[in-house]
C-alpha cells in the first residue's frame, strides 16, 4: 500500500523560507518519479517541483531559482526548499509519485499515482 505523508507545511513571510518534506512507503523508492504539486483556492493544482528516477529536476517558471527538489533515498523522503517565498505561493502543497517510473513523466499530474493529503502554506 503506497502512502505519503507530507509535513513542513505553515506560515511565513514574504521572502522567508520553508521546507516541506514527504515520506513515502509502501513500494521501490529508487523507481519511482516524484514531484510537488499546489492548489490555491479557486485556481487550479498546477505543478511546481519533479524529480525523476534519474535525478533529473524540472521546475514550474514560476518558482525557478527560488525552490529546490531533492530526495533523501536513505529514509524514503522527498523535500522541498522554497526560499524567497512570495504571497502568490501561498497553497496546499501536494506531494505525489508514480512508484514505477520508466520514462520522465516531468509535472503532469496525469501520470502521478499516488498523492499524500497536503499541507498548507501560507506566505503574508
Known amino acids: 500500500h503506497v502512502q505519503l505523508v507530507e509535513s513542513g507545511g505553515g506560515s511565513a513571510l514574504a521572502g522567508g523560507s520553508v521546507r516541506l518534506s514527504c515520506a513515502a512507503s509502501?513500494?521501490?523508492?529508487?523507481?519511482?518519479?516524484m514531484a510537488w504539486f499546489r492548489q490555491a483556492p479557486g485556481k487550479e493544482r498546477e505543478g511546481v517541483a519533479s524529480i525523476e528516477r534519474d535525478g533529473e529536476r524540472r521546475y514550474a517558471e514560476s518558482v525557478k531559482g527560488r525552490f529546490t527538489i531533492s530526495k533523501d533515498s536513505g529514509n524514503n523522503t522527498l523535500h522541498l526548499q522554497m526560499d524567497n517565498l512570495k504571497p502568490e505561493d501561498s497553497a496546499i502543497y501536494y506531494c505525489?509519485?508514480?512508484?514505477?517510473?520508466?520514462?520522465?513523466?516531468?509535472?503532469?499530474?496525469?501520470?502521478?499515482?499516488?498523492w499524500g493529503q497536503g499541507t498548507q502554506v501560507t506566505v503574508s
Open positions: 509502501g513500494y521501490t523508492y529508487n523507481r519511482n518519479c
Open positions: 505525489a509519485a508514480r512508484p514505477y517510473c520508466v520514462v520522465p513523466i516531468g509535472l503532469s499530474s496525469q501520470k502521478y499515482t499516488a
